[in-house]
């Protein structure tokens, strides 16, 4: 089942179904620099040069059918904008069942009724499709299993005044499609265990660093700039914190509609804030590195907000623009100027 990155993917683990990020293919084929194919075939079939390459990559793999059609397509208003159109889209190219998620903004709790009724249609449609009887308790325990995910990371989070989880850039970046599509399987949650036994102090003098959005998917100057053990440390992600909500097995569906309806990118730009602000101070990082992707509106609009709220914090603030998918358009040379200059500020104003 292809799913977008907000989509309720523990409904479809409960089935035996394997949800598949549409837009983690876009970065798979951008880490292996074939994106350029899809991207190309999209843009011939007039889709527009102004949507998101993880968008307009997902769309080429579905009209060139270059992977096996899924049982089902399944998306998430949050976020973005332009997950209906295109979601849509790779349903109709694989002629199978589409279905909408719509969670209004404003993480307000008069909302969850609203979500709670279309996760129960949700429900139904899987019965269709493997013509079997959804079981409640299965969803229950994927539940325990992202609620116990859930609390290893939160204790990992609260040794990090000292120490932190090694990780390089684009490590961060597929940590947020398993931590978001398969926070109910099992196996993530037995990874988990012990995962603050991981920690390593951090090195003398290291400039720890706090990401927001997401990093290119594609080799580039940037992954070398940060690495585990160099003085350079992207300590937290924001998308890789920004899924998490308590969720209660003994109320499945009404928990799974609460974490979607409260999510803090389904919130205001003063929501976005105050969650970013508070990973930064837990983290106690020295600098902030937002990469806006090009045709990402919803992030990039919030980045003067966020710099001024960081500002006030006295926490350097860099906005770094670029494509995460379409490696041809990086210009690595220019995003190395600019954050090493930063990585300087950020050295003199400690």
Not at 258 to 276: A, H, M, Q, T, W
Not at 298 to 313: M, P, R, T, W
């Amino acid at each position: 089942v292809w799913v977008n990155l907000m989509a309720p993917s523990e409904l479809l683990l409960s089935a035996g179904l394997n949800p598949v990020s549409a837009e983690g293919i876009s970065g798979a084929l951008s880490s292996m620099h074939l994106e350029d194919t899809a991207i190309a075939y999209s843009s011939q079939a007039g889709i527009s040069d102004s949507l998101c390459t993880f968008h307009r990559a997902s769309v080429g793999v579905s009209m060139r059918k270059l992977l096996p059609p899924p049982k089902l397509v399944m998306t998430t208003s949050i976020l973005c904008d332009g997950n209906l159109p295109t979601f849509k889209r790779i349903a109709k190219e694989y002629d199978v069942p589409f279905i909408l998620i719509d969670v209004p903004r404003g993480r307000k709790s008069e909302a969850v009724g609203y979500v709670l009724s279309q996760l129960k249609e949700v429900v139904g449609t899987i019965e269709e499709i493997t013509g079997a009887p959804f079981k409640m308790d299965e969803l229950s325990l994927r539940l325990s299993y992202e609620r116990e995910l859930m609390e290893n990371l939160e204790e990992s989070k609260a040794r990090t005044e000292d120490s932190y989880l090694p990780q390089h850039l684009y490590e961060h970046m597929n940590s947020l499609y398993v931590l978001h599509t398969l926070a109910g399987d099992g196996r993530i949650a037995a990874a988990s265990r012990g995962i603050h036994e991981r920690l390593e102090a951090i090195p003398e003098n290291a400039r720890k660093i706090l990401w927001l959005h997401i990093p290119p998917y594609y080799d580039n100057e940037l992954f070398n700039l940060f690495v585990p053990g160099s003085k350079n440390l992207v300590v937290a992600s924001e998308l890789m914190w920004d899924w998490m909500y308590p969720v209660d097995p003994q109320r499945p569906l009404e928990s799974l509609a609460e974490k979607l309806v409260y999510n803090p990118l389904c919130g205001s730009v003063v929501d976005r804030g105050n969650f970013c602000l508070d990973l930064a101070r837990s983290f106690r990082v020295d600098g902030v590195i937002h990469f806006s992707h090009w045709g990402c509106r919803q992030s990039a609009g919030g980045v003067s907000y966020l710099k001024s709220i960081f500002e006030e914090e006295r926490i350097p603030f860099l906005e770094l623009t670029g494509d995460c998918v379409d490696h041809s358009s990086q210009g690595a040379g220019q995003l190395r100027t600019r954050t090493e200059a930063f990585l300087e500020i950020v050295e003199k104003r400690r």
